[in-house]
């Protein structure tokens, strides 16, 4: 892959497992494939609720980058099952969407199942099912989990390859997390409403 493409990766802080935390910050990352950061943005979303997709959607258009190739997500179901629709992101985007997971597990259907009901339960179900078929994808020594829209899967494995300089986690995708993680702990510590406060005076 070229030195100079870009993917923008997006990935999410959400540490308020406790139930203090009703939002979850989300950044994205606009990355070069020789590991180049050249764009920043924030968004938050819902923790348990359905607004996930529409803050991805509001981050593609707030960057204005008609140079990126691919967008790439450290997740399907942020804040707490918050699922994504990768079709929907994709059209937005105008660009191929590329979900990438790091563990191996069962899927997420038991833990809709177990932790929502009624309406709330089958949207999300039905969210989920709709998703791309997930597939396993060898980097280096590790494995990671794709699933794709707007691109076959081979060629979004070798993306995610192109953009993974080492481990298993692609550079876009690893950079994002950095900065939501650093968004949130900011936002948390109650700094930034102070700024906030600070500039209106």
């Not at 968004?43 to 607004?51: N, Y």
């Not at 259907?109 to 089958?122: K, L, T, V, Y």
Request: a negative charge; glycine letters at 10%; proline letters at 4%.
């Amino acid at each position: 892959m070229k030195a100079g493409v870009r993917a923008l990766g997006i990935a999410e802080s959400y540490r308020g497992n406790d139930g203090s935390q009703s939002e979850s910050t989300l950044a994205a990352a606009v990355v070069r494939a020789d590991q180049v950061v050249d764009g920043l943005a924030y968004a938050s979303c819902t923790v348990g609720g359905t607004d996930a997709t529409a803050a991805v959607c509001e981050l593609v258009r707030a960057l204005e980058r008609p140079d990126v190739r691919y967008v790439l997500l450290g997740a399907v179901a942020p804040a707490w099952y918050n699922i994504f629709d990768l079709s929907q992101i994709a059209r937005t985007a105008d660009r191929p969407v590329i979900a990438v997971t790091f563990e191996d597990s069962a899927g997420l259907e038991a833990g809709i199942q177990d932790s929502f009901s009624g309406p709330e339960r089958n949207q999300r179900l039905e969210a989920y099912r709709s998703l791309p078929e997930r597939q396993a994808v060898s980097v280096g020594n590790e494995t990671v989990y794709v699933r794709c829209v707007g691109l076959e899967h081979d060629a979004a494995a070798e993306v995610v390859r192109g953009f993974t300089p080492e481990g298993g986690r692609p550079e876009p995708i690893r950079v994002a997390r950095l900065a939501a993680r650093a968004g949130d702990t900011y936002v948390r510590s109650g700094t930034g409403d102070s700024e906030s406060e600070r500039r209106k005076t």
